[in-house]
Every structure is written in structure tokens, then in C-alpha cells.
């Protein structure tokens, strides 16, 4: 079993509908999670993160973590075509940030 | 704040052949990753430093890749003799702390291909 896994998609949507971006990991002591965006031939940017149960808000972006179920989520509302990238989901396990292998998204007008 | 600087932005070699890369992390940031991204797959880490130590170098391939970063500040990672498989992005992170809830700050990495 992989430590990080996501659909490597892609993921099409609508402009102005809500992305929903999924990832699950298989280490119950990971303490933080995160979530970057990396464009064709770019480096990662880091969008969210989150530590907490439950939901955490920044502008367009929700990330949502449920511990029990190993689960993180990233929720994009509104979305552009500018949003259309390869999003990574990253847990932290023992001080190291391990990688899924990414979600490519497409948002189409 | 200068963000983390890597060099070359790309390099082309032979398989058999050696190459070096450069990274400057982030005034400041004590941690520094190399990680290697193959294309299409997620970053893997292949060493992290805290200050001039070697913390994690569990995924390195030693027979072939060394890394080093002597002063604690910039590093360069090595790969001798290189091979077709190693043909990826290279990226370099730094952190303020090891396990930093900010999560890690990439440079714009090197992107070498073996032929």
C-alpha cells in the first residue's frame, strides 16, 4: 500500500463548479497534511494546509481532514481555468513530507 | 524574502556520464530536501538535511548519488554515473524546522535528461 494515494485523474470540470480533490494515507501518526499546486514545468506551491478534524477555509480553497478515516480532502469552489494543474496531496511522517503521485485537474469554460 | 535558488534550470548528459546540481535554501532555513520528481509521478524524497547533517538519506541510491552541504547553507547534490532512469526534475526545499506546519518551500528545480 502506498503511504499517499490519489487519482491521478484527470479530473474535468465546469467552470464556476466546485473540484473535489481526494487523498488517503496509510500512517495513523501523521500529524499534518497539505496540499500543493504545481503547473506544467513548474516547481509546487503550497495552497493549504491543515493539522485539525475538520474544515479549514482560505478564499475559493476548503481543505477537510477526517483522522479516523485517513482522509484529506481539498474542495476548490468557483473554479477557473487558471485552476487547471496537478494538485499533490503531502503528510508529514516522521519530520519527512511524503508525496501522492497528484490529481491533474482540467477546468474547461 | 529570496525564495530557494537551484542551478542549472536544465541539463542534457550522456548515460554513464556525471552532473552536479546547486541549491540555496531560503536565509535562514535550517532544513534542506532534495527531492526527485519523475514525470508523472509525486516528488520523492531523496535526502534531508538539518543544518551541515545528513538526517534522512534512506531513498538515496549511494552507488550512484552523494549529496553534501558542508556549511550548512547551500548544498549540491551529485550524480555519478548517471543513468537513463535518473531523467527527472530535481527540486530542492528548504524549511524554517524540520516537520514545519508551513510545509516546505520549493526552488524551481533541474530538469535533467539522460540520454
Known amino acids: 500500500q502506498k503511504e499517499v494515494e490519489q487519482n491521478s485523474g484527470p479530473l474535468s470540470v465546469p467552470e464556476g463548479a466546485i473540484a473535489s480533490l481526494n487523498c488517503t494515507y496509510s500512517?495513523?501518526?501523521?500529524?499534518?497534511f497539505f496540499w500543493y499546486r504545481q503547473y506544467s514545468g513548474k516547481s509546487p506551491e503550497l495552497i493549504m494546509f491543515?493539522?485539525?478534524?475538520g474544515d479549514k477555509e482560505d478564499g475559493r480553497f476548503t481543505a477537510q481532514l477526517n483522522k479516523a478515516s485517513q482522509y484529506v480532502s481539498l474542495l476548490i469552489r468557483d473554479s477557473q481555468p487558471s485552476d487547471s494543474a496537478t494538485y499533490l496531496c503531502?503528510?508529514?511522517?516522521?519530520?519527512?513530507?511524503?508525496f501522492g503521485t497528484g490529481t491533474r485537474l482540467q477546468v474547461f469554460p | 524574502e529570496a525564495g530557494v535558488a537551484q542551478s542549472p534550470r536544465y541539463k542534457i548528459i550522456e548515460k554513464r556520464q556525471s552532473v552536479a546540481f546547486w541549491c540555496n535554501p531560503i536565509?535562514?532555513?535550517?532544513?534542506l530536501y532534495w527531492y526527485q520528481q519523475i514525470l508523472g509521478q509525486g516528488p520523492k524524497l531523496l535526502i534531508q538535511?538539518?543544518?551541515?547533517?545528513?538526517?534522512?538519506d534512506s531513498q538515496l541510491p549511494k552507488d550512484r548519488f552523494s549529496a553534501e552541504r558542508l556549511k550548512g547553507v547551500d548544498s549540491t547534490l551529485k550524480i555519478q554515473p548517471a543513468k537513463l532512469e535518473d531523467s527527472a526534475v530535481y527540486l530542492c526545499?528548504?524549511?524554517?524546522?524540520?516537520?514545519?506546519?508551513?510545509?516546505?518551500?520549493f526552488g524551481s528545480g533541474t530538469r535533467l535528461t539522460v540520454v
Open positions: 526545499a528548504s524549511s524554517l524546522v524540520p516537520g514545519s506546519i508551513y510545509g516546505y518551500t
Open positions: 503531502a503528510v508529514h511522517n516522521t519530520d519527512k513530507l511524503i
Open positions: 538535511f538539518q543544518n551541515n547533517g545528513v538526517v534522512d
Open positions: 500512517d495513523r501518526g501523521s500529524q499534518s
Open positions: 536565509s535562514g532555513h535550517a532544513t
Open positions: 491543515i493539522y485539525s478534524n
